[in-house]
């Protein structure tokens, strides 16, 4: 039977069971609520905004983005969204899926965090980053109904979320500081990690081998 939530569906899929199962068993109960409710956040800013999407895809790339923090899915020396990007592909790969499905799922993960480009891109690339925007970030937050809001951290609750999700992304990304160049975990490092020195852009043009 299909669960619904703040009139979204999610799907009754074995690909989606599959998905619920892998993520839920990799992550603590901070990664799955945010996971699912980018789901649930991104189908309703994508309704809002009459995109035609595919709910599957749009639901493992979200329940996947964030698997590159883990114990289970991290690297050492991978951006952590590829890490999650190539677990999603590979994932998707093994369950039947096409190609340019996996590479479409691939790319909705492995952009989310790189604001201003998603949007021009599929649906369920789009929507994967709104889903993202609107639960860390608050962006689209006023768009959406407030007790659609509160039905969906009814059921995945966010206590505490904003700390907690920034030691995760902390705690996901400081062993491997260099691949923050040029993305948003750059300041998360900048905030909690003492010593962090960032890659300077322009001391990299500056400093490279060319004699002008």
């Known amino acids: 039977m299909s669960e619904e939530i703040a009139g979204i569906t999610i799907p009754d899929t074995d690909l989606v069971r599959a998905a619920t199962k892998l993520v839920r068993g990799a992550t603590d109960d901070l990664l799955f609520?945010?996971?699912?409710?980018?789901?649930?956040?991104?189908?309703?800013?994508?309704?809002?905004?009459?995109?035609?999407?595919d709910p599957e895809l749009l639901y493992v790339g979200a329940l996947f983005h964030d698997l590159g923090l883990t114990d289970t899915y991290r690297t050492e020396n991978l951006r952590f969204e590829v890490d999650s990007a190539n677990t999603a592909k590979s994932f998707l790969l093994e369950n039947g899926l096409s190609e340019s499905d996996a590479?479409?799922?691939?790319?909705?993960?492995?952009?989310?965090?790189t604001p201003g480009v998603p949007e021009f891109m599929d649906p369920e690339i789009a929507l994967v980053t709104a889903g993202v925007e609107t639960d860390v970030l608050g962006i689209g937050y006023r768009d959406l109904d407030r007790a659609d809001l509160d039905a969906v951290t009814a059921v995945h609750p966010r206590p505490d979320f904003k700390k907690r999700i920034l030691a995760a992304f902390t705690d996901g990304n400081q062993?491997?500081?260099?691949?923050?160049?040029?993305?948003?975990?750059?300041?998360?490092?900048?905030?909690?990690?003492p010593g962090f020195q960032r890659t300077n852009f322009v001391d990299l043009i500056q400093n490279s081998d060319w004699a002008e």
């Open 103 to 113: 590479m479409k799922v691939w790319t909705a993960v492995a952009l989310h965090t």
């Open 175 to 193: 062993h491997r500081p260099e691949t923050t160049f040029g993305n948003v975990n750059a300041d998360v490092l900048d905030a909690f990690c």
């Open 33 to 53: 609520h945010h996971s699912r409710r980018v789901f649930l956040f991104g189908s309703m800013q994508g309704k809002r905004l009459g995109y035609d999407f």
